[in-house]
């Protein structure tokens, strides 16, 4: 449980006077992993703590001054993910990470993950987003350091926090060779020959845009090139909301939130961007080509906080409606995507990988707006880092699914006319940094 760092000196001291923290001993300090701040490199975060926080020797994380939501939050070293969801509880949307030696790191109240279960991640890497989640008062880090099971001062950059309110400087500039794994998303037709494509950004450099035209047999073609979109955090594609009746991608940018509908030209490449607004750094968005039945695109964006799903209408404008609330309890899933037809039956449909249990559950899309009830489609869907649907692959003339595996393969699955899908094909490795 945790709370917002105290806003004034008055309660910053009684803070501090309350919170002497009582040291384990040198023997279990010296088999402490090489800790550092859960912030970007350079960056300056307040921590502080109050009497009675539980668990012990919790620590609270602000990056001040002004609202901390979306912020990145990074390991704080090396490490396996045992956790990444929504808990349920106290902690709301958290990571939790095994370093090995009974160590562990915990980083609550997140606004939405970055990373999966069971994913290895290095010092540095993103792994969610400051929020507002679970029992917490204001957006911040709940953050912890525990030693089998217990609660540990939390030490970082060789500094330990002994509880009296403070700054620290970040040091956990990572490894430029283990970045995130970057978005990949299906798209629909962006080249011109009428067939749906792939786009995915580079996790490295410039973070180029590339978008991989399909060849109608399960496979890519070659790349192309669409500039640098280091500014960019998600990535997806979308049906047409323009009314050129081409297909587009949406990206959220890391710094504004705001949300951009780039159109498609149908030469490989995109038109200048059109503003949808900010305030979508707080949401998990996913395109989707007509689920209401007007024959526009339509946007799919969880609410990490809630776990409400809602639709966006898409207009021909650029622009999308007034939403609407689909379903709850969608932060449940760790992927979740529009596709096209999957059942046979002219509508648009939805996928979507529950967490927990890795399992793959197809839901219908009933033609104006709304879905109905789910089916299971298939098991140990949970190593897959992104899951999404943009038409017909395979040249079969039924809608596929395009899934990148954590170790970085990228997989065609071939529907089969019936919610669901056949023997996948194998587009190569390398896709979690799209390199």
Known sequence: MSKRLLQSAVAVAATVAATVITFPSAAQAAERPDFQLPAPCGETWSAATYPGHDPQYSVDLNH???DDTGRPVVASAAGTVEVAGNSGGWAGIHVRINHGGGWTTHYAHLSRTEISAAATVQAGQLIGRVGNTGKSTGPHLHFEQTLNGEGRPAVFDG???????RTFTSANCGSPETPSPA????????????KPDVVARAGTGDKTLWIYPGLGNGRLGTRIDNGGWGSIDQVSGVGDVTGDGKAEVLAVEKS???LWVYPGQSNGHLGARVDNGGGWNTMRIAGAR????DGRGDLLATEEETGTLYLYPGQTNGHFGTRVAIGSNWDAMSTVSGTGDLNGDGKGDVVAVEEAGGKLFFY???GNG????RVEAGTGWGVMSSVSGAGDYTGDGKADLVARENDGHLWIYPGLGNGQFGARVDNGGGWNFTS
């Open 64 to 66: 001040y001054p002004g």
């Open 159 to 165: 500094v330990t926090f002994t509880g009296a309110s």
């Open 183 to 194: 978005p990949v998303s299906a798209v629909g037709d962006l080249t011109g020959d009428g």
């Open 256 to 258: 504004t939130g705001k």
């Open 290 to 293: 007509d689920l209401n039945g």
């Open 364 to 366: 219908p899309g009933l």
């Open 370 to 373: 709304q879905l109905g009830s």
